[in-house]
Protein backbone atom coordinates (compact mmCIF):
# COMPACT_ATOMS: atom_id res chain seq x y z
CA UNK A 1 0.00 0.00 0.00
CA UNK A 2 2.12 2.69 -1.64
CA UNK A 3 1.71 6.02 0.85
CA UNK A 4 0.63 4.49 3.81
CA UNK A 5 2.26 4.49 7.08
CA UNK A 6 1.93 1.39 9.64
CA UNK A 7 2.35 1.31 13.36
CA UNK A 8 2.03 -1.50 14.75
CA UNK A 9 -0.11 -1.31 18.79
CA UNK A 10 1.71 -2.59 21.64
CA UNK A 11 1.81 -2.93 25.24
CA UNK A 12 3.11 -0.01 27.11
CA UNK A 13 5.03 -2.39 29.25
CA UNK A 14 7.05 -3.30 26.15
CA UNK A 15 8.62 0.54 25.88
CA UNK A 16 10.01 -0.15 29.75
CA UNK A 17 12.43 -2.89 28.83
CA UNK A 18 16.09 -1.45 27.66
CA UNK A 19 16.81 -2.13 24.34
CA UNK A 20 13.65 -3.83 23.29
CA UNK A 21 12.44 -0.59 23.71
CA UNK A 22 14.80 0.77 20.91
CA UNK A 23 13.99 -2.43 18.46
CA UNK A 24 10.27 -1.65 19.10
CA UNK A 25 10.29 2.26 18.19
CA UNK A 26 12.91 1.28 14.90
CA UNK A 27 10.07 -0.68 13.37
CA UNK A 28 7.41 1.74 13.94
CA UNK A 29 5.75 0.06 17.21
CA UNK A 30 3.69 2.78 19.04
CA UNK A 31 1.66 2.28 22.22
CA UNK A 32 -1.74 1.10 22.42
CA UNK A 33 -2.89 4.02 24.77
CA UNK A 34 -5.72 6.03 23.55
CA UNK A 35 -3.69 8.90 23.63
CA UNK A 36 -0.85 7.35 21.73
CA UNK A 37 -3.99 6.37 19.02
CA UNK A 38 -5.18 9.76 19.00
CA UNK A 39 -1.56 11.20 18.43
CA UNK A 40 -0.84 9.10 15.28
CA UNK A 41 -5.14 9.39 13.49
CA UNK A 42 -5.10 12.78 14.35
CA UNK A 43 -6.66 14.63 10.62
CA UNK A 44 -5.78 17.76 10.93
CA UNK A 45 -2.05 16.80 11.47
CA UNK A 46 -1.23 13.31 10.43
CA UNK A 47 -2.72 11.92 6.63
CA UNK A 48 -1.92 8.24 5.73
CA UNK A 49 -1.10 6.38 8.63
CA UNK A 50 -2.32 3.32 9.87
CA UNK A 51 -2.17 1.67 12.80
CA UNK A 52 -2.37 -1.86 13.44
CA UNK A 53 -4.54 -3.34 16.49
CA UNK A 54 -4.28 -6.72 18.20
CA UNK A 55 -7.55 -6.36 18.84
CA UNK A 56 -7.62 -10.13 21.21
CA UNK A 57 -4.64 -9.28 22.55
CA UNK A 58 -3.13 -11.69 25.48
CA UNK A 59 -6.83 -13.23 26.47
CA UNK A 60 -7.13 -14.11 23.19
CA UNK A 61 -3.79 -15.59 23.30
CA UNK A 62 -5.08 -17.96 25.66
CA UNK A 63 -7.40 -19.82 23.07
CA UNK A 64 -4.91 -20.22 20.71
CA UNK A 65 -4.71 -23.91 19.58
CA UNK A 66 -4.10 -25.73 16.05
CA UNK A 67 -7.28 -25.64 14.04
CA UNK A 68 -9.04 -23.62 16.26
CA UNK A 69 -10.29 -19.64 15.69
CA UNK A 70 -12.26 -18.26 19.25
CA UNK A 71 -11.76 -14.66 18.98
CA UNK A 72 -11.72 -12.08 21.80
CA UNK A 73 -14.14 -9.08 20.32
CA UNK A 74 -17.27 -9.22 21.97
CA UNK A 75 -16.02 -6.89 25.05
CA UNK A 76 -13.58 -4.95 22.67
CA UNK A 77 -15.37 -1.78 21.74
CA UNK A 78 -12.51 0.74 22.59
CA UNK A 79 -10.85 0.59 19.28
CA UNK A 80 -14.46 1.34 17.53
CA UNK A 81 -14.62 4.27 19.16
CA UNK A 82 -11.45 5.67 18.52
CA UNK A 83 -11.72 5.34 14.70
CA UNK A 84 -15.62 7.21 15.60
CA UNK A 85 -13.99 10.10 17.23
CA UNK A 86 -10.89 10.22 14.76
CA UNK A 87 -12.30 9.63 11.61
CA UNK A 88 -10.49 6.86 10.49
CA UNK A 89 -12.30 3.83 8.58
CA UNK A 90 -11.87 0.40 9.82
CA UNK A 91 -10.22 -2.35 7.99
CA UNK A 92 -10.48 -6.20 9.52
CA UNK A 93 -7.67 -8.15 9.07
CA UNK A 94 -8.21 -12.03 9.30
CA UNK A 95 -5.09 -13.80 10.04
CA UNK A 96 -4.72 -17.69 9.27
CA UNK A 97 -2.20 -19.99 9.97
CA UNK A 98 -0.78 -18.45 13.16
CA UNK A 99 -2.59 -20.36 15.62
CA UNK A 100 -0.94 -23.60 14.11
CA UNK A 101 2.40 -22.57 14.81
CA UNK A 102 2.35 -23.06 18.48
CA UNK A 103 0.63 -26.22 20.83
CA UNK A 104 0.69 -24.10 24.47
CA UNK A 105 1.52 -26.35 27.17
CA UNK A 106 -0.42 -25.38 29.81
CA UNK A 107 -4.12 -23.93 27.77
CA UNK A 108 -6.36 -22.02 30.02
CA UNK A 109 -8.45 -25.14 30.28
CA UNK A 110 -5.92 -26.87 32.78
CA UNK A 111 -5.81 -23.32 34.33
CA UNK A 112 -6.69 -25.59 37.75
CA UNK A 113 -2.91 -26.99 37.44
CA UNK A 114 -1.81 -23.20 38.17
CA UNK A 115 -3.85 -22.86 40.98
CA UNK A 116 -3.04 -25.95 42.31
CA UNK A 117 0.59 -24.73 42.08
CA UNK A 118 0.27 -21.33 43.65
CA UNK A 119 -1.57 -22.95 46.30
CA UNK A 120 1.18 -25.21 47.44
CA UNK A 121 3.89 -22.51 47.00
CA UNK A 122 1.98 -20.43 49.45
CA UNK A 123 1.90 -23.56 51.75
CA UNK A 124 5.36 -24.00 51.43
CA UNK A 125 6.68 -19.96 51.51
CA UNK A 126 8.59 -20.26 54.62
CA UNK A 127 10.87 -23.61 53.38
CA UNK A 128 13.48 -21.31 51.57
CA UNK A 129 14.28 -19.77 54.54
CA UNK A 130 14.18 -22.82 57.07
CA UNK A 131 16.60 -24.78 55.27
CA UNK A 132 15.21 -25.99 51.87
CA UNK A 133 14.86 -29.15 51.28
CA UNK A 134 17.65 -30.77 49.06
CA UNK A 135 17.61 -33.82 47.51
CA UNK A 136 20.55 -35.67 47.21
CA UNK A 137 19.80 -38.05 44.44
CA UNK A 138 18.47 -34.91 42.02
CA UNK A 139 21.76 -32.41 43.61
CA UNK A 140 24.47 -35.85 41.94
CA UNK A 141 22.11 -36.38 39.04
CA UNK A 142 24.53 -36.62 36.00
CA UNK A 143 23.67 -33.58 33.99
CA UNK A 144 25.23 -31.57 36.53
CA UNK A 145 28.50 -33.43 35.86
CA UNK A 146 28.01 -32.26 32.14
CA UNK A 147 27.30 -28.63 33.39
CA UNK A 148 30.37 -28.61 35.36
CA UNK A 149 32.75 -29.90 32.57
CA UNK A 150 30.92 -27.44 30.08
CA UNK A 151 32.14 -24.64 31.37
CA UNK A 152 34.60 -26.06 32.96
CA UNK A 153 34.30 -25.93 36.71
CA UNK A 154 36.51 -27.30 39.66
CA UNK A 155 37.04 -26.92 43.14
CA UNK A 156 40.63 -26.80 44.57
CA UNK A 157 40.91 -28.11 48.08
CA UNK A 158 42.95 -26.12 50.27
CA UNK A 159 41.77 -26.87 53.78
CA UNK A 160 40.23 -29.59 55.65
CA UNK A 161 36.46 -29.37 57.07
CA UNK A 162 35.05 -30.99 59.97
CA UNK A 163 31.61 -32.37 59.33
CA UNK A 164 31.02 -31.85 62.80
CA UNK A 165 30.88 -27.91 63.00
CA UNK A 166 28.81 -25.31 60.68
CA UNK A 167 30.60 -23.44 57.91
CA UNK A 168 29.83 -20.19 55.91
CA UNK A 169 31.50 -20.33 52.87
CA UNK A 170 31.93 -17.06 51.46
CA UNK A 171 32.46 -17.38 47.71
CA UNK A 172 33.32 -15.05 45.23
CA UNK A 173 34.02 -13.17 42.77
CA UNK A 174 30.30 -13.08 41.98
CA UNK A 175 30.28 -13.47 38.21
CA UNK A 176 27.04 -13.01 36.06
CA UNK A 177 25.06 -16.07 36.91
CA UNK A 178 27.12 -17.51 40.13
CA UNK A 179 27.30 -20.77 37.62
CA UNK A 180 30.34 -21.79 39.66
CA UNK A 181 28.63 -21.35 43.10
CA UNK A 182 25.80 -23.48 41.44
CA UNK A 183 27.62 -26.12 40.18
CA UNK A 184 30.09 -26.81 42.66
CA UNK A 185 28.02 -26.73 45.78
CA UNK A 186 24.05 -26.60 45.00
CA UNK A 187 25.23 -29.59 42.66
CA UNK A 188 27.55 -32.13 42.81
CA UNK A 189 28.83 -31.38 39.59
CA UNK A 190 32.44 -30.87 40.66
CA UNK A 191 32.16 -34.02 43.09
CA UNK A 192 32.42 -31.65 46.45
CA UNK A 193 30.07 -33.54 48.07
CA UNK A 194 32.93 -36.40 47.69
CA UNK A 195 35.47 -34.63 48.96
CA UNK A 196 35.15 -35.35 52.67
CA UNK A 197 33.26 -32.03 53.10
CA UNK A 198 30.00 -31.05 55.40
CA UNK A 199 27.38 -33.84 54.26
CA UNK A 200 25.02 -30.66 53.65
CA UNK A 201 25.76 -27.53 51.61
CA UNK A 202 23.09 -25.11 50.62
CA UNK A 203 23.81 -21.77 48.65
CA UNK A 204 21.83 -18.83 50.00
CA UNK A 205 19.96 -16.44 47.54
CA UNK A 206 18.37 -13.40 47.02
CA UNK A 207 14.63 -14.08 48.25
CA UNK A 208 13.00 -13.10 45.03
CA UNK A 209 14.17 -16.46 43.67
CA UNK A 210 12.28 -17.88 45.71
CA UNK A 211 8.78 -16.58 44.13
CA UNK A 212 10.12 -17.05 40.68
CA UNK A 213 8.51 -20.29 39.69
CA UNK A 214 11.08 -22.14 37.82
CA UNK A 215 14.12 -20.49 40.43
CA UNK A 216 12.12 -21.28 43.17
CA UNK A 217 12.30 -24.79 42.43
CA UNK A 218 15.11 -25.54 40.04
CA UNK A 219 17.97 -23.79 42.16
CA UNK A 220 26.23 -14.13 45.42
CA UNK A 221 25.03 -10.87 45.10
CA UNK A 222 23.54 -8.48 42.40
CA UNK A 223 26.57 -6.04 43.16
CA UNK A 224 29.07 -8.53 42.51
CA UNK A 225 28.06 -9.13 38.87
CA UNK A 226 28.12 -5.53 37.57
CA UNK A 227 31.70 -5.38 38.36
CA UNK A 228 32.31 -8.79 36.16
CA UNK A 229 34.59 -9.06 33.20
CA UNK A 230 37.05 -11.45 31.70
CA UNK A 231 40.36 -11.68 33.27
CA UNK A 232 39.49 -9.61 36.31
CA UNK A 233 38.70 -10.11 39.76
CA UNK A 234 37.04 -7.06 41.74
CA UNK A 235 35.35 -7.89 45.13
CA UNK A 236 32.46 -6.02 46.84
CA UNK A 237 33.15 -6.05 50.64
CA UNK A 238 32.63 -2.87 52.70
CA UNK A 239 28.83 -2.54 52.35
CA UNK A 240 28.12 -6.53 52.80
CA UNK A 241 28.93 -7.06 56.38
CA UNK A 242 25.61 -8.12 57.82
Known sequence: YPGLTFNLCTLGLNFK???R???LLLFGCIDCSKESIEYVLRPETNKGRA???VVGGAAESLDAHPGKHELTLLSRKGFIREALLMGAQLVPVYSF???DVFE???PFHWFFLILLYTAWVYY???TPSKGGYGLDFIRKWRVNRWNADYFPARVHKTAELDPEKNYILAYHPHGIISMGGWVNFASNGSGVMDMRMPQLLGVEWIDIFSSVERKRTYLGMVAHSIYTYP???MLLVA???W
Open 124 to 126: DKD
Open 17 to 19: IPI
Open 21 to 23: REI
Open 51 to 53: IVL
Open 239 to 241: PLF
Open 231 to 233: VGN
Open 104 to 106: QLF
Open 97 to 99: GEN
